[in-house]
């Protein structure tokens, strides 16, 4: 006779326990590539479902100064953690986008000390003395990967979502920027304004090299 689909969960468990001895559920964090957790991905890395085992297990952790909880469901190896990780942590999905990558990409000059990041809601968040800027979108742009690396979007895409989010933006440079990937990427957006804009920027740049 076979096993019951909560006898085998029973069974699983008790294996993957044999192998979790104490002092692995944290070595399994430390190892990992990861310097910011929720707890549903600590949950996986150590196969388990969430519950009241894995709370304790984490407040112990928190209270013994192993791990840093940061915020609620979120935590940290320690204070030298990825702001940028945490940045799509924090309300997901969520993914760094427009003035972040577009400094960092040199498609403006102004600096900008917080961290902007496009999700489901509109939203400012301070933890550790960051700034988190979040801006809504649309779920059917939110849900494309198309343009996303490594949870930030490329410059093509950042330069799309500034332009889904404000009817007038001023780019600084845009000789580096890939004008065939901002076409492909167009679409998404569904969005005639957005077109014109963007057609508008592709003249402007094909004039100023003709100079």
């Not at 990937?181 to 057609?199: A, T």
Request: hydrophobic share 35%; proline share 1%.
């Amino acid at each position: 006779m076979g096993l019951t689909k909560w006898e085998l969960d029973v069974r699983i468990k008790l294996i993957y326990s044999s192998y979790m001895i104490k002092g692995d559920y944290l070595d399994a964090i430390l190892r990992s590539k990861n310097t910011v957790f929720t707890v549903p991905e600590i949950c996986m890395l150590w196969g388990e479902s969430s519950g009241q085992a894995t709370r304790v297990r984490l407040n112990y952790y928190v209270k013994q100064k192993k791990l840093i909880r940061i915020r609620r469901g979120i935590y940290v190896k320690d204070k030298n953690y990825d702001r940028l990780e945490l940045a799509t942590k924090i309300f997901q999905p969520a993914y760094v986008s427009m003035e972040t990558v577009l400094v960092k990409s040199g498609l403006i000059f102004q600096y900008y000390s917080g961290i902007y990041v496009v999700s489901y809601l509109n939203r400012e968040v301070e933890i550790g003395g960051q700034k988190y800027h979040f801006r809504k979108i649309r779920n059917e742009i939110l849900f494309n990967r198309a343009g996303i690396e490594n949870s930030a979007s490329t410059a093509e895409r950042a330069i799309l979502d500034v332009l889904y989010l404000n009817k007038d933006y001023y780019f600084d440079n845009l000789r580096s920027v890939d004008w065939d990937k901002v076409k492909n990427l167009l679409p998404i957006y569904q969005n005639k304004r957005m077109n014109n804009v963007v057609d508008k920027l592709i003249k402007e740049q094909k004039d100023d090299a003709g100079h």
